[in-house]
């Protein structure tokens, strides 16, 4: 459990400094660590897959949080595609045969 914990925060800072081929190499690590180690103690069976299942799925974990929380904060105020962006825009009321915002729904 202590094990899952430390690759969990591992993987935490692997997603908020480096890429995914740095998690892979790190997977291929600790698949290539314990599965030797397992088998020259003589532990290796299907709980010892299970556990590097878990071992994995703590590294994976972390990474996908580290990620997440790495990507830049979003302006709240994001243009459309056809439309300028908030600060640019004006609102003003539809003319003659114009739609207004809320019908624009593209009919």
Not at 26 to 45: D, N
């Amino acid at each position: 459990m202590i094990i899952a914990g430390i690759l969990f925060l591992v993987g935490l800072l692997i997603g908020l400094s480096h890429g995914y081929p740095a998690i892979i190499l790190t997977s291929a690590a600790v698949t290539l660590t314990v599965f030797p180690l397992w088998i020259v103690r003589g532990e290796f069976g299907l709980f010892a897959v299970l556990v590097w299942i878990g071992y994995l799925f703590a590294l994976q974990a972390g990474f996908l949080l580290g990620s997440y929380l790495g990507l830049p904060d979003e302006t709240t105020n994001l243009p459309e595609p056809d439309r300028p962006p908030g600060e640019q825009a004006k609102p003003r009321p539809p003319e003659h045969s114009e739609t207004g915002p809320e019908q624009d729904r593209g009919e």
